[in-house]
């Protein structure tokens, strides 16, 4: 089995940088989930006999990459979640969006409505049924020109703090606000890349639920990023 990439581990927290592609916990289509990776590669590691218990405290897209924190106890797992209920931890993503976003730095603000059945949501009116609002800051960071032998067209790449936790809501807000995400073939993208779309969580702040000191870790970009960006910048990040 492939090891898990491991940003940060102590007896009460386990930090990876999850792959594009991979469920964040099992499903009815009994796909594999980083929660199932994580198990196995901690009993394997760690030699545990038996069961090995993993807390899934937040998730991510199948599609989208990055930090993801476990927690390794029942107790990390309470703590830790009842900071992202509170909207406690500061989550920073980078994406790359085919279209731009003006002015070059602001906050979006919609209200969306999620279609269980569909796993498709949408924004809506404020006066919707089952609308929530959806509040993000993000900050243009550079554009990449259109490059024939890539087969990309000009791309632009954004910094996205989101400041609620709505289903797709990167997603959705570029896409409706006129930058939607490489990829993301669900919500107008023009471009496929596969099992990945072009959003990545970069950095994840949360207080440790122990020790209850500020913890900040960072997931270097996946190397299918590498032509999306160009040289100069995947660099400039990877650094």
Wanted: aromatic share 6%; charged share 20%; with cysteine.
């Amino acid at each position: 089995m492939t090891p898990l990439e491991v940003l940060f581990e102590d007896n009460h927290c386990l930090v990876v940088n999850k792959p594009a592609g991979l469920l964040s916990m099992g499903d009815e289509t009994g796909d594999a989930s980083l929660v199932a990776w994580a198990m196995e590669d901690l009993r394997i590691r760690h030699q545990k006999p038996g069961n090995v218990y993993v807390g899934l405290v937040h998730r991510l897209d199948r599609p989208v990459s990055g930090v993801m924190l476990l927690a390794k106890t029942s107790k990390a797992a309470s703590r830790i979640a009842a900071q992202f209920r509170a909207r406690e931890p500061e989550k920073t993503y980078l994406t790359l969006t085919e279209g731009t976003l003006h002015p070059a730095s602001g906050e979006l603000v919609d209200w969306l409505v999620k279609d269980n059945d569909r796993n498709h949501t949408w924004v809506a009116g404020k006066n919707t049924t089952g609308a929530k609002e959806a509040k993000l800051r993000y900050r243009l960071l550079g554009t990449i020109p259109s490059l024939a032998p890539s087969g990309f067209g000009s791309r632009t790449l954004v910094e996205v703090q989101p400041l609620t936790g709505r289903s797709h809501q990167i997603r959705v807000q570029l896409a409706h606000a006129g930058a939607v995400i490489v990829g993301d073939l669900r919500y107008g993208s023009q471009c496929a890349l596969g099992a990945m779309i072009a959003l990545h969580a970069r950095s994840l702040t949360f207080e440790h639920p122990v020790k209850h000191e500020p913890v900040t870790i960072q997931a270097p970009l996946p190397s299918t990023w590498q032509p999306l960006l160009g040289d100069s910048l995947w660099h400039q990040f990877q650094a």
